[in-house]
């Protein structure tokens, strides 16, 4: 086996912990100061410290990186989780702007932004929980 057959993680594609911090806090940065994401920044707390941990630890794992999340938190069921929340395309559209500015600001290679925002894309459009308006 070659080095070329083994695959490689998204979490490894974009640099590790070090990328996933910074890509979590310029996406809450981006909530907490964006006009266009009020409609988002109203569903959470106002200290954002303990979801952007809980951010980071999810993505590190979803990415391919080390399972901080489901040993802690278990299984993301994250519709299940979000349920409470009314998800629509206007709350999609605000978490994606704030998840592709960061993505431009921590994501140096563009192949790799590219695929990571598919990903990202796709998980935000299945979250919706409310009809299309």
Same mark, same amino acid.
């Given at each position: 086996?070659?080095?070329?057959?083994?695959?490689?993680?998204?979490?490894?594609?974009?640099?590790?912990?070090?990328?996933?911090?910074?890509?979590?806090?310029?996406?809450?940065?981006?909530?907490?100061?964006?006009?266009?994401? =009020?409609?988002?920044?109203?569903?959470?707390?106002?200290?954002?410290?303990?979801?952007?941990?809980?951010?980071?630890?999810?993505?590190?794992?979803?990415?391919?990186?080390?399972?901080?999340?489901?040993?802690?938190?278990?299984?993301?069921?994250?519709?299940?989780?979000?349920?409470?929340?009314?998800?629509?395309?206007?709350?999609?559209?605000?978490?994606?702007?704030?998840?592709?500015?960061?993505?431009?600001?921590?994501?140096?290679?563009?192949?790799?932004?590219?695929?990571?925002? =598919?990903?990202?894309?796709?998980?935000?459009?299945?979250?919706?929980?409310?009809?299309?308006?």
């Amino acid at each position: 086996m070659t080095d070329s057959d083994v695959a490689i993680s998204m979490f490894e594609r974009i640099g590790g912990s070090a990328t996933i911090d910074a890509l979590v806090d310029r996406f809450y940065d981006r909530m907490d100061t964006l006009p266009e994401a =009020k409609i988002i920044r109203a569903m959470h707390a106002g200290d954002l410290g303990l979801i952007r941990d809980v951010l980071k630890r999810y993505l590190t794992e979803w990415t391919g990186g080390p399972k901080l999340y489901s040993v802690e938190r278990g299984h993301p069921r994250l519709r299940q989780r979000h349920i409470g929340f009314a998800i629509g395309d206007a709350e999609r559209d605000a978490w994606l702007l704030c998840m592709r500015g960061a993505l431009e600001e921590t994501v140096t290679d563009a192949a790799t932004r590219q695929d990571l925002d =598919k990903a990202l894309s796709g998980l935000a459009d299945w979250m919706r929980n409310r009809q299309r308006s």
